[in-house]
């Protein structure tokens, strides 16, 4: 009778992972309340009833090799990040009680894992009704929350739209007074939004990774999949209107590329092949003009003095590491420590990309465990889109991955990379991609068996 207690107990707990899972997604990606620490808790307490499960079905064969590769990379990056670099955690901790001190710690280095390892019990077993798309859904709407209310709280702080244009305007009395307010937005942080320097760049990368959600949505049936389909709806609204709003030219044109981009793909055109060499042909015919533009505007500014201000604001914003010049300069007097950081003193210096800032705060090491774990998630993600039946969920993944990794490569401004909420709803993702990779391939050796 015990065992039959126990083993009913843990049905119940098992069959509660799929509820639970989701809504730990949505609270995280919206960032409610900013209870970082308690939703990895939860995602733990889920990762060791998953993991009993997918310990059952995982073959004895290499096709694990990228699930451990992924899971034992990013563990000891969280590892070496919480123990070695991040100043934060670490003045926290030293400030705060030794328990609470423990948890965060604990939270930082198996919270993350705990999020990869529930996409991975849901990439396993898919075929019991867990579809990504549940996950897609909430991760846009989570996101797509986030980002209107950090917009709606930026607008009426500024007392405008278009705040990037309407204070950069040269003829306004103290003109120069209002040039920093272009970099200003409100950063939804618990209950209360905060005011950061950097906010404009933090949220317009918010913005882009939830506008993606736009260029799935022609390629959902609404009726067959409302979740889906509105959830993707709803995240890339409010990333395009924020966008929109701020505004960021760079963002949108993004966007506006990616999104002709998938309607070429969509659409049944009768020279497909040529139509899209000649967009790309085109686009980078378009970006090369403006690196010239850029170049010429940083060497003979004074041609361009009486450049329509507009114009100016619009076409010459600096972003990431164009912006934080300064800092890379300084790092590269240090060379990078191989394990922890290269500076003694507790500060911390964003370059604009995670390269630097994991080399310089976290050490190379740290960095090496990262880029692994981003490599063969990259290589999981392409077998993915060569099985995978659903257009929309391979146009959904490889944008998404491809927008934050480009957002943190070029344009890293925000949150440390261990306590970001977006990176940890991109983990169940990615957990799932290598999972389900994992358990189509024994389905095909089975059958061939």
Same mark, same amino acid.
């Given at each position: 009778?015990e065992?039959?207690?126990?083993? $009913?107990?843990?049905?119940?707990?098992?069959?509660?992972?799929?509820?639970? @899972?989701?809504?730990?997604?949505? %609270?995280?990606?919206?960032?409610?309340?900013?209870?970082?620490?308690?939703?990895?808790?939860?995602?733990?307490?889920?990762?060791?009833?998953?993991?009993?499960?997918?310990?059952?079905?995982?073959?004895? $064969?290499?096709?694990i090799?990228? %699930?451990?590769?992924?899971?034992?990379?990013?563990?000891?990056?969280?590892?070496?990040?919480?123990?070695?670099?991040?100043?934060?955690?670490?003045?926290?901790?030293?400030?705060?009680?030794?328990? $609470?001190s423990?948890?965060?710690?604990?939270?930082?280095?198996?919270?993350?894992?705990?999020f !990869?390892?529930?996409?991975?019990?849901?990439?396993?077993?898919?075929?019991?009704?867990?579809?990504?798309?549940?996950?897609?859904?909430?991760?846009?709407?989570?996101?797509?929350? !986030?980002?209107?209310?950090?917009?709606?709280?930026?607008?009426?702080?500024?007392?405008?739209?278009?705040h990037?244009?309407v204070?950069?305007?040269?003829?306004?009395?103290?003109?120069?007074?209002?040039?920093? /307010?272009?970099?200003?937005?409100?950063?939804?942080?618990?209950f209360?939004?905060?005011?950061?320097?950097?906010?404009?760049?933090?949220?317009?990368?918010?913005?882009?990774?939830?506008?993606?959600?736009?260029?799935?949505?022609?390629?959902?049936?609404?009726?067959?999949?409302?979740?889906?389909?509105?959830?993707?709806?709803?995240?890339? @609204?409010?990333?395009?209107?924020?966008?929109?709003?701020?505004?960021?030219?760079?963002?949108?044109?993004?966007?506006?590329?990616?999104?002709? /981009?998938?309607?070429?793909?969509?659409?049944?055109?009768?020279?497909?092949?040529?139509?899209?060499?000649?967009?790309?042909?085109?686009?980078?015919?378009?970006?090369?003009?403006?690196?010239?533009?850029?170049?010429?505007?940083?060497n003979?500014?004074?041609?361009?003095?009486?450049?329509?201000?507009?114009?100016?604001?619009?076409?010459?914003?600096?972003?990431?590491?164009?912006?934080?010049?300064?800092?890379?300069?300084?790092?590269?007097?240090?060379?990078?420590?191989?394990?922890?950081?290269?500076?003694?003193?507790?500060?911390?210096?964003?370059?604009?990309?995670?390269v630097?800032?994991?080399?310089?705060?976290?050490?190379? /090491?740290?960095?090496?465990?990262?880029? @692994?774990?981003?490599?063969?998630?990259?290589?999981?993600?392409?077998?993915?889109?060569?099985?995978?039946?659903?257009?929309?969920?391979?146009?959904?993944?490889?944008?998404?991955?491809?927008?934050?990794?480009?957002?943190?490569l070029?344009?890293?401004?925000?949150?440390?990379?261990?306590?970001?909420f977006?990176?940890?709803?991109?983990?169940?993702?990615?957990? !799932?991609?290598?999972?389900?990779?994992?358990?189509?391939?024994?389905? %095909?050796?089975?059958?061939?068996?």
């Amino acid at each position: 009778m015990e065992n039959e207690a126990k083993e $009913s107990i843990f049905d119940v707990l098992k069959n509660l992972i799929p509820l639970f @899972a989701v809504e730990i997604v949505l %609270l995280t990606v919206m960032n409610f309340a900013n209870l970082s620490v308690v939703y990895r808790y939860l995602a733990i307490f889920l990762m060791i009833i998953a993991f009993m499960q997918i310990i059952k079905v995982l073959p004895k $064969s290499r096709a694990i090799i990228p %699930l451990f590769i992924q899971i034992g990379g990013l563990l000891l990056f969280e590892f070496l990040s919480i123990s070695f670099g991040w100043f934060g955690v670490f003045n926290t901790a030293v400030q705060g009680s030794l328990f $609470s001190s423990i948890l965060i710690i604990i939270s930082i280095i198996f919270g993350g894992v705990a999020f !990869y390892i529930i996409g991975g019990y849901y990439g396993l077993f898919h075929k019991n009704n867990l579809d990504i798309t549940k996950l897609i859904a909430v991760f846009y709407t989570g996101i797509g929350i !986030y980002v209107l209310i950090c917009l709606i709280a930026t607008i009426y702080g500024m007392g405008t739209a278009f705040h990037t244009i309407v204070f950069a305007n040269p003829n306004r009395e103290n003109a120069w007074a209002f040039v920093k /307010l272009t970099q200003q937005a409100r950063i939804l942080i618990g209950f209360n939004t905060v005011l950061r320097d950097d906010g404009v760049l933090m949220l317009g990368n918010m913005a882009l990774i939830s506008s993606t959600g736009l260029l799935a949505v022609f390629f959902i049936d609404r009726k067959k999949n409302p979740l889906f389909f509105y959830g993707s709806l709803i995240g890339g @609204a409010c990333g395009l209107i924020t966008i929109i709003l701020l505004p960021l030219v760079f963002d949108l044109a993004i966007f506006i590329f990616a999104f002709v /981009l998938v309607t070429l793909i969509k659409l049944p055109i009768k020279h497909k092949k040529i139509a899209l060499i000649t967009f790309f042909a085109v686009f980078g015919i378009l970006a090369i003009l403006y690196f010239i533009f850029r170049i010429d505007v940083h060497n003979h500014a004074d041609k361009y003095k009486d450049m329509n201000y507009i114009v100016e604001a619009l076409l010459t914003r600096k972003i990431g590491v164009i912006s934080n010049i300064s800092s890379t300069k300084l790092l590269t007097n240090h060379l990078p420590a191989f394990v922890g950081p290269s500076y003694q003193e507790n500060i911390y210096l964003g370059t604009g990309t995670f390269v630097l800032n994991i080399v310089y705060q976290n050490g190379i /090491l740290a960095l090496l465990c990262l880029l @692994a774990f981003f490599v063969v998630a990259g290589i999981e993600l392409v077998k993915f889109c060569k099985t995978y039946d659903n257009n929309a969920v391979k146009i959904i993944m490889i944008s998404l991955f491809v927008s934050y990794l480009g957002t943190i490569l070029v344009n890293d401004i925000g949150f440390p990379l261990i306590e970001d909420f977006v990176f940890l709803g991109l983990l169940v993702l990615l957990g !799932y991609v290598t999972a389900y990779n994992i358990e189509h391939k024994k389905t %095909l050796e089975s059958k061939n068996d």
